[in-house]
């Protein structure tokens, strides 16, 4: 059993940042994959980006050259998100998938962009 705890989020303007932290807790060590998704009222859940095991890094086309998926170490990950733009509002999760493909999510946080 993996478990995640998320942190950051909020209300910005256009144009501002916002940071993302994630911190995972139980089975660390089976997990393969950690990344962010989001998810706006009225639309399906998508990947923002993710770190895989081995460091590299997969990123939506939306947010590449805008924000930045970084690890800490085997627990923690961050999402720092500059640019931001109010298409960006949703509820981001941070996720969890194991060797073994199970997939774990935290609780989400909401990320709210002004115009």
């Known amino acids: 059993q993996v478990q995640l705890v998320e942190s950051g989020g909020g209300l910005v303007q256009a144009g501002g940042s916002l940071r993302l932290s994630c911190a995972a807790s139980g089975s660390i060590f089976s997990i393969n994959t950690m990344g962010w998704y989001r998810q706006a009222p009225g639309k399906q859940r998508e990947l923002v980006a993710e770190?895989?095991?081995?460091?590299?890094t997969n990123y939506a086309d939306f947010v590449k050259g805008r924000f930045t998926i970084s690890k800490n170490n085997a627990n923690t990950v961050n999402l720092q998100m500059n640019s931001l733009k109010p298409e960006d509002t949703a509820v981001y999760y941070c996720a969890a998938r194991t060797f073994v493909n199970s997939v774990y999510w935290g609780q989400g946080t909401q990320v709210t962009v002004s115009s």
């Open positions: 770190v895989i095991s081995g460091g590299s």
